[in-house]
């Protein structure tokens, strides 16, 4: 996949211009002309290209997981923590309790937070 490395091509903008008396604006937009500046191509010093190509790279990424919004695993990272209310119980707020495993559960519950199970 090629991507843009934004952060290297900021990085050496900023490392050559001064920004003396510039307001944001004007700096974003120095930079978008600057990045589209015809530029001499490092592989074939006979062709010019933007030099916004410079900074485009060919980079792996494996596959990131996809959540799925209708169903959930608890991984025992919040779990009986107290730091959500949803899953502190002993409030005396409203509960009720899992449809498949019978754990005491917050009433607006989408999940159970021990076994996962979806609510209706």
């Known amino acids: 996949m090629k991507v843009f490395n934004g952060k290297q091509a900021a990085e050496d903008y900023m ?5 003396t008396f510039s307001t944001p604006d004007l700096t974003l937009k120095r ?4 990045l589209g500046d015809i530029v001499p191509d490092p592989n074939n010093k006979e062709e010019t290209m933007p030099r916004l190509m410079t900074y485009i ?3 792996d990424f494996a596959p990131t997981q996809v ?3 209708d169903s959930y695993e608890p991984s025992g990272a919040v779990l009986k923590s107290g730091l959500y209310d949803s899953t502190n119980t002993d409030s005396g707020s409203q509960t009720k309790f ?3 495993c019978g754990e005491k559960i917050s009433a607006s519950a989408r999940f ?3 076994c996962g199970a ?3």
């Open 15 to 19: 490392a050559a211009h001064t920004l």
């Open 31 to 34: 930079f978008s002309f600057w």
């Open 57 to 59: 790279e060919e980079k």
């Open 67 to 69: 959540i799925d919004d």
């Open 98 to 100: 899992c449809s498949e």
């Open 112 to 114: 159970c937070t021990e």
């Open 118 to 120: 979806g609510q209706e």
